[in-house]
């Protein structure tokens, strides 16, 4: 496995850490501005998780209907470790009852096979042609499905599209629904404030903006055909996205999220918004009725337990602290008065990393 260069590590913990930065002070422009509260930030999750569904589907009786996971991901060591704690808790969840988790796939968009493929199922695809993702590598994931779609030959009909830094904190069933698809709503994605912006790739006569829905792309569960009409738009509308200015400017680190969204509406699909399929520590407090935690935010805390906003706590599990390779085993719990969702995410980083054989040569 070819190893990163010291510069693009520096250069990957600039741009982590500047959209980390960027993140957490949108959260507290929103609290500040008054458009969101701290307690609406800390509990997104605590009402009714189904904030947008059909009618027709609200009291539905199904049979069970698996789907695949499909995971996207590089060959550096940073995406290493991420998949293999990830892949961990997708086996023990999925025998558990409640799921209904199919087969797995990474979807390794280097190039190359890498030292993991014994290990976790693969599928190898091939990188944006160089230069083209104008150093914003996640414009390689829709590129990624677009070839894993033309070669998958998956018996699920649907498909979970997930990430390396998402943990099975329960059992998942399929929340998705026929040609409803099931995907988390992020408050930061308001097609209905960029209007503007979205217009230029969902023009008026396609219908309101309010058909955009306000999600990206993962952790998204989908039927598979529908993904394999939706997943070509998805990559030449990112990739148009990129190479304007304006539209680029504006946004930023969640364009190709934005982009998704908007290529779901151009065909036609609207997804149920489940609050539950996902929580984000250490904004959510809690893991109860939660089914991945998703930990892309750094968690900061003092050893009195109090977060730290936008500042480097006593304590802090970040996953941007272990660019280069896995994290150590045994990791430090939190001090006392941490919220349960971090505390579990440690934890459950400890279990996997103690159980998969050897951790340190990520």
């Known amino acids: 496995?070819?190893?990163?260069?010291?510069?693009?590590?520096?250069?990957?913990?600039?741009?982590?850490?500047?959209?980390?930065?960027?993140?957490?002070?949108?959260?507290?422009?929103?609290?500040?501005?008054?458009?969101?509260?701290?307690?609406?930030?800390?509990?997104?999750?605590?009402?009714?998780?189904?904030?947008?569904?059909?009618?027709?589907?609200?009291?539905?009786?199904?049979?069970?209907?698996?789907?695949?996971?499909?995971?996207?991901?590089?060959?550096?060591?940073?995406?290493?470790?991420?998949?293999r704690i990830m892949y961990y808790w997708y086996k023990k969840k999925k025998a558990l009852p409640g799921s209904e988790m199919g087969?797995?796939?990474?979807?390794?968009?280097?190039?190359?096979?890498?030292?993991?493929?014994?290990?976790?199922?693969?599928?190898?695809?091939?990188?944006?042609?160089?230069?083209?993702?104008?150093?914003?590598?996640?414009?390689?994931?829709?590129?990624?499905?677009?070839?894993?779609?033309?070669k998958a030959k998956i018996e699920e009909e649907y498909v979970l599209m997930a990430e390396p830094d998402h943990i099975f904190v329960n059992p998942l069933p399929n929340l998705a629904f026929g040609g409803h698809p099931a995907a988390f709503p992020f408050f930061y994605i308001r097609p209905d404030q960029n209007e503007k912006i979205v217009r230029k790739f969902y023009p008026e006569e396609k219908g309101p903006v309010t058909n955009v829905d306000p999600i990206g792309n993962s952790p998204v569960i989908i039927r598979k055909d529908l993904l394999s009409n939706i997943a070509p738009t998805w990559m030449n509308i990112s990739l148009k996205m990129k190479e304007d200015p304006e539209t680029d400017k504006a946004f930023g680190w969640v364009l190709e999220m934005y982009a998704y969204a908007i290529a779901s509406a151009l065909h036609g699909v609207r997804h149920i918004l489940r609050k539950d399929f996902m929580l984000q520590p250490p904004?959510?407090?809690?893991?109860?009725?939660?089914?991945?935690?998703?930990?892309?935010?750094?968690?900061?805390?003092?050893?009195?337990?109090?977060?730290?906003?936008?500042?480097?706590?006593?304590?802090?599990?970040?996953?941007?602290?272990?660019?280069?390779?896995?994290p150590p085993r045994n990791l430090p719990l939190p001090p006392p008065g941490v919220p349960e969702s971090v505390v579990t995410l440690v934890k459950m980083v400890n279990e996997a990393t103690a159980n998969i054989p050897n951790w340190d040569t990520t």
């Open 1 to 83: 496995m070819a190893r990163a260069s010291p510069l693009f590590l520096v250069l990957l913990v600039i741009v982590s850490s500047f959209a980390t930065y960027n993140l957490i002070t949108m959260i507290i422009h929103y609290i500040s501005s008054g458009k969101l509260a701290v307690d609406e930030v800390n509990s997104i999750l605590s009402f009714d998780p189904i904030i947008e569904m059909p009618e027709n589907v609200k009291n539905r009786k199904r049979s069970k209907s698996p789907f695949h996971v499909a995971l996207t991901a590089t060959d550096a060591p940073y995406n290493q470790w991420q998949c």
């Open 103 to 150: 087969g797995f796939t990474r979807i390794l968009h280097s190039g190359n096979p890498d030292n993991l493929m014994d290990e976790i199922p693969t599928v190898v695809v091939k990188p944006l042609p160089p230069g083209l993702d104008q150093g914003y590598i996640v414009l390689n994931r829709p590129w990624a499905f677009v070839q894993w779609l033309e």
């Open 283 to 326: 904004w959510d407090l809690e893991t109860r009725n939660k089914y991945i935690i998703h930990y892309t935010y750094g968690c900061d805390y003092n050893m009195k337990g109090e977060l730290t906003y936008g500042k480097i706590g006593e304590w802090r599990f970040d996953k941007r602290s272990h660019l280069r390779g896995p």
